[in-house]
């Protein structure tokens, strides 16, 4: 008996694997000040990119049939997930790095699931970031942050209202 799969629609057709610049900028301008504004306008713009999630053969032999997992990177008794804006990024930490192209909430969902303490963007630079926490539970629920004329506040699609995940949550009290 014959089985027939076939492989989903990618959200980001024509994507050729290069940074948005206005996400580069962000992560900069978190890396060069360090503060919860800074931060926080640097997951914002994040929530409104595709990243980059590096999946590796994980099997008996890259030539069997393996599975995908993704990169998780350990020290001491803390595990991070690993995302990276853009290809460049990506091959910067491992040039045969194969990335899954998925949004900001998808890749905190992913790492949540994988029982990991941190999503780790750009890890080898060019302005690596950090999110843990709070900021990472609303990301994995989710939500999105988007910045309000007075700060910042969660986005929380129709599907999700009433789940809890970090309800009425701060976002700078993850920072």
């Known amino acids: ?103 900001l909430d998808a890749a905190a969902g992913a790492a949540v699931a994988e029982s990991a303490d941190a999503l780790l963007v750009d890890l080898a630079g060019p302005h690596p970031l950090e999110l843990v926490g709070e900021v990472l539970a609303e990301l994995a629920a989710g939500h999105r942050l988007v910045r309000l004329r007075d700060g910042f506040g969660w986005m929380v699609p129709p599907s999700s209202v009433g789940r809890p995940a970090g309800e009425g949550a701060d976002p700078a009290a993850g920072v």
Do not use: K, N
Request: contains cysteine; glycine residues 8%.
């Open 1 to 103: 008996m014959s089985q027939t799969r076939s492989i989903p629609q990618t959200q980001f057709p024509g994507d050729d694997g290069a940074p948005e610049e206005s996400v580069r900028a962000a992560l900069a301008a978190a890396e060069r000040d360090p503060g919860p504004q800074s931060y926080l306008d640097a997951v914002a713009e994040l929530c409104l990119t595709r990243l980059m999630v590096p999946v590796m053969a994980s099997g008996p032999t890259a030539e069997q049939h393996s599975a995908l997992s993704v990169v998780l990177v350990r020290a001491g008794d803390r595990a991070a997930m690993l995302a990276f804006t853009g290809l460049d990024a990506l091959h910067r930490w491992d040039p045969g790095g194969r990335p899954v192209l998925v949004t």
